[in-house]
Every structure is written in structure tokens, then in C-alpha cells.
């Protein structure tokens, strides 16, 4: 199974992206304060002394209550990560030096300014490039290469949770856009 639940913390605040068999852990301990989505997956247990079969339902995003897990998840900082997938898409594969649209496995990840200087593996300092343009920048400082075609940013939460979602449901997605902001790529 594929299916992602999208959690959130009592305020409705993306902390995770969590496999089903996890939310129904959050909800036999009383756990969910609220959930959202037409669709469900219906998970059966054992059967009682009466011969009723036990069975919860779980929604596609689920808002969790008094978990300090979720507590210390929402003050880390939404990581890059070490794959390029969420780079490409925040920049929807377009190369920041030459402005054309590419292939995955043409692209790569520049530093803004190189490691080589001191530049950071950070949301602010990468863009993404094709690999010809990534080549000729080499090491040289934007200025003396050519001009970002737009300009790096941090996603937003929800942004961030829209580009590591996997099979994501247009439940989540909506939940998820309504609080994008103007800026974000993912509304173009």
C-alpha cells in the first residue's frame, strides 16, 4: 500500500507524512482530535466475545493530539534533503542560469555560491541547473557567470509537504495548497 496520511498537529499544522499502520496507532490511543477526507482505508482486527470484529477507519489526514514527537518535529527545520527531488520540483525543472525546462537525469544541484568558497548545502544557496550550465559555472560566482533566471527560496511548510509527498491525495493536496503562498512555484 502506497497511501500516505498526511498528519497534523491540533492546529492543523503538517508535522508528517506517516504510513496507515501509524495513524492507526494515533487513533486506538485516542489520539486523532479531528480527521478530514473522503476516502478511508478500513483496517479489521481480532473478533470479541460477542463475535464482532474490531475496525478503524482512517482518514487521509489526520490531526494529532499531545504527541511530543510532533512537538519537536515542528521546530526542525524543513530539510533540502540529500536527493535533488525536491529542489527540481520547488524549481519545477527549470535550469536558474539558462531558463529551459529538462529531464530529471539532466539535472543537478548548483550552489549559488560553491562549496569550494564556503557556500552551504541550504534552500537559499541551491537552485537547480541543467548539467551543461552546472559545468561552465563550475566554480565562478554567479556575477562573472551569467544571472539567476529567478530567484532561490525556503517553502513554506505546507509547500514542503506538497514536494515530499509520494502519491499524494487530492484530499491532502487541497489542505495542503489552500495555504500556499502568492509566491510559491507549486501555484504557477
Not at 84 to 90: E, G, P, Y
Amino acid at each position: 500500500m502506497n497511501t500516505q496520511i498526511l498528519a497534523l498537529d491540533i492546529a492543523g499544522t503538517p508535522f508528517g507524512w506517516i504510513i496507515p499502520q501509524e495513524a492507526v496507532r494515533y487513533y486506538a490511543a485516542g489520539k486523532v482530535a479531528w480527521d478530514l477526507g473522503e476516502r478511508e482505508i478500513v483496517f479489521r482486527g481480532g473478533h470479541s466475545r460477542s463475535g464482532a470484529q474490531s475496525r478503524i477507519a482512517v482518514k487521509p489526514i489526520i490531526a494529532v493530539a499531545g504527541s511530543e514527537i510532533m512537538a519537536r518535529k515542528l521546530r526542525v527545520e524543513l530539510p533540502l534533503g540529500d536527493q535533488n527531488d525536491l529542489l527540481f520540483r520547488r524549481d519545477r525543472h527549470t535550469c536558474a542560469y539558462c531558463g529551459e525546462k529538462f529531464p530529471r537525469r539532466k539535472l543537478s544541484r548548483d550552489h549559488i555560491l560553491a562549496r569550494v568558497r564556503g557556500g552551504r548545502d541550504t534552500w537559499m544557496n541551491c537552485v537547480t541547473s541543467c548539467r551543461a550550465c552546472n559545468q561552465k559555472k563550475g566554480h565562478k560566482l554567479v556575477h562573472d557567470f551569467r544571472p539567476l533566471v529567478y530567484l532561490p527560496y525556503v517553502p513554506c511548510r505546507n509547500e514542503h509537504f506538497l514536494l515530499s509527498g509520494r502519491n499524494v491525495l487530492a484530499d491532502q493536496h487541497d489542505y495542503l495548497a489552500a495555504s500556499l503562498p502568492r509566491h510559491s512555484r507549486l501555484l504557477d
